[in-house]
């Protein structure tokens, strides 16, 4: 069984910076993927970001691509959202997830196995 735990959210102001952390407890941690989604009240949960647990490789959503950074730490099982230049309309919870399978579709939510409890982010005007 894997456990994620979100931290870093909060509440900013526009064009501020915020990172998010998540850090994987379980036996033998070794997804295939972690990724970084979001859900504001009302909408479905949406991709933000992705990365390749082994050899690093990152993908984004479009809406935040330049802005925001996926980045992780294996030894610590630990994956960041570092997240600049924020906008009102990045105003969400955001979730980690841990795909584990080689061939889960890691730019949607049902390609993932594991969700953490997730963490709000407010950005005001």
């Known amino acids: 069984q894997v456990q994620l735990v979100e931290s870093g959210g909060g509440s900013v102001q526009a064009g501020s910076s915020l990172r998010l952390s998540c850090a994987a407890s379980?036996?033998?941690?070794?997804?295939?993927?972690m990724g970084w989604f979001r859900q504001a009240p009302g909408k479905e949960r949406e991709f933000v970001a992705t990365?390749?647990?082994?050899?690093?490789?990152?993908s984004y959503a479009d809406s935040v691509k330049g802005r925001f950074t996926i980045s992780r730490d294996n030894a610590k099982n630990t994956v960041y959202l570092q997240m600049n230049s924020l906008k009102p309309e990045d105003t969400a919870n955001y979730y980690c997830?841990?795909?584990?399978?080689?061939?889960?579709?890691?730019?949607?939510?049902?390609?993932?196995?594991?969700w953490g409890q997730g963490t709000q982010v407010t950005v005001s005007s």
């Open positions: 997830g841990a795909a584990m399978a080689w061939y889960s579709a890691t730019t949607l939510a049902r390609g993932y196995d594991y």
């Open positions: 379980g036996r033998t941690f070794s997804p295939h993927a």
């Open positions: 990365i390749r647990w082994s050899e690093g490789k990152t």
